[in-house]
């Protein structure tokens, strides 16, 4: 039987929205848009990430929307190079030919990275167009297609140029799931883990007792945790849209270590596998400075080992380079980074620190962290 779940994002300052969760959700979502948008949309132009136009799912959408609308399909390549303003540009181009209106829906189907190139789109064309995010990884079901932030990369700089604009709806359609590689799917596993240490730590015994089922996509537990995960992200966006009371900022937690680690190994690793290994360094770092029950960090380095994610960092990757990005952190300001840290399991603070004084503590803990 079919399962259907709503979560309701309310932001700060934004309109509230629904993610809608199910295993069936896809067939619905013509129905969903009249239910939901407040102006009929004049036509519907769907950006889908590469290899997901390939799958059946998308075709259902595709026939779906067709009967009531009139529909685009735009093709757009897989990975980080069409997070680019060169494709911005291109989509603009494209958008202005077909004589796209405020009131035409932009839909964008994929991952994270495809969300967040058609977010910061629809948020500068014509200054907004509405957007509804479908997600088709697990790291953009439980986290980029929530909370309105997008960027496009520049220059080699990741995330540099985005804005904050929140979808319309959500649509989490999980058979999606059935086609992603393991490795992704273990890798979106990496936040849903971080919002079990920080927030809700009922997710952390989900993970544990049921990783088998997860990885056979069984739709029960994968609905159970995307919905929890989802939450998680909604509390904090409702509670700190735009990251200006010291409370979005747990949403980093792992990220400032795996970010640096990420930047530095140049693609070899994947995001979640990096916030893996940068939450076991920074609940070490943590407990060394007294503000972390060492607790926390053996279940972080249990899970890891449980779920076949890595702990180490990989020799080949230059401990200088990851201190350098780390150093440069885009969180920084001035020479203070706000560093989320966790009490005990689904206790978190966000603590100020000399970005010097955190270089020099990780210089000494990352050495501890290599592989042999
Ligand atoms: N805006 C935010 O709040 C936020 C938060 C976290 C991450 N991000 C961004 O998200 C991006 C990473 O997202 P991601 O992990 O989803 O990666 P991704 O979008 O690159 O997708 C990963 C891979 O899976 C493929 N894929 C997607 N769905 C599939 C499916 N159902 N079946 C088979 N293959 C499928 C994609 O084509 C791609 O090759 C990064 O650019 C990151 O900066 C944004």
Redesign the pocket.
Known sequence: MSRIERVIVKPTYSPEYPVIIGDSVLEKVSEIIQRELQQSPDKIVIFV????NK?DLFNKLVENLRETYNTYIVEVP???TA?SIDYVLKYVHYLHDIQATRATLIIGV?????G?LVGFLSSIYLRGLPLVLIP??L??MV??SI?G???VNLFNI??VLGTFYQPKIVIEDLR??D???ER?LK??LAEVVKYGVTINPTIVKIVENDFDKILKRDRDILIDLVKLSVECKAWIVNLDEREEKDVRQILNYGHTVGHGIEAAAGGALT?GECVMIGMIIESDLGVRLGYTDKLVWSKLTEISKSIGLPNKIPKSIDKREILKKIEYDKKRVGTIIKLPVVHRLGEFEIVKMEISKLISYLDNILEEYYEK
């Open positions: 990430q590469e290899p997901v799958i897989s990975g980080e997070k994929g991952g994270g990275a495809l967040d088709t990884t790291l953009s986290d980029s909370g932030k997008n960027a990741k995330n999606f799931l086609t992603l590689p992704e890798s979106g995001h």
